[in-house]
């Protein structure tokens, strides 16, 4: 969003990218003072980071002023959700995003890596597919300005496991890794898990369940692998 002053007579709005050519632009409707422009998008064509320069047009002459736009994504919580009824462990988990850069972003997926259920959300590899529904936040929500933070949850389990498995629910720990995937790269955050208080049963036709009791403690070595 652009603010103009209440007296201004500028006409359209001009988005410069590092290269020098226009990256989008936009009409200033009459006694308009506050302009969107669009530099985000869903469907391709959103920006890269660097240094923009932003023109306002006015008739025949013009003023200018550089932006840096640059993403700064990263994880900084990231909790076990848990029932409301019975106040365990339900084997999902929030993970909390902020964008402490200077232009927006948007989080298009996040998945796990070596996490101990199978059917866990899953990190988009190459040209690779993957279930990017999110629990919360709201479609509309998943765009990150400059400042944001915001809570996401997918749809699937994460520490869900089985007697098969190489980790229990007694008093046992996991590792795995989260990935937040945005259009500007990867940011990728290691957590341990301790796992405890047996199986939360809340499918008796189920053969994988969550834990009754989980604590996430973050790890070093996270970071944007872009």
């Known amino acids: 969003m652009v ?3 209440d007296d201004h ?14 990256f989008e632009q936009s009409t200033v409707a009459q006694g308009a003072t506050g302009v969107e422009i669009q530099i985000v998008f869903k469907t391709g064509g959103t920006y890269s ?4 320069e932003l023109v306002a047009v006015t008739g025949e002459s013009s003023e200018s002023m550089s932006l ?9 919580d990231v909790e076990p959700e848990f029932d409301e009824d019975d106040g365990y462990s339900s084997g999902r988990l929030f993970v909390t995003v902020e964008n402490v850069g200077t232009g927006p972003s948007w989080v298009y997926n996040i998945g796990f890596r070596n996490a101990p259920y199978r059917n866990a959300p899953e990190v988009i590899e190459g040209d690779g597919v993957a279930d990017t529904t999110f629990e919360r936040p709201e479609a509309s929500e998943e765009f990150l300005s400059p400042g944001t933070e915001r809570e996401f ?9 089985d007697d098969n498995d190489d980790v229990s629910c007694e ?6 890794t989260v990935v937040v995937q945005t259009p500007h790269g990867d940011i990728e955050q290691p957590i341990r898990a301790e796992l405890s208080g047996g199986y939360h049963i809340d499918d008796q036709g189920a053969i994988q369940h969550p834990c009754k009791d989980v604590q996430i403690e973050l790890l070093d070595g996270g970071g944007d692998n872009a």
């Open 9 to 22: 007579d500028v006409d359209q709005l001009n988005l410069i990218g590092p290269d020098g050519t226009t």
């Open 3 to 5: 603010t103009l002053a």
């Open 171 to 176: 008093s046992d720990t996991a590792e795995l």
């Open 68 to 76: 840096e736009l640059r993403p700064d994504i990263q994880i900084v």
């Open 49 to 52: 980071a660097g240094e923009y």
């Open 153 to 161: 949850l997918k749809q699937r389990g994460v520490l869900v496991i």
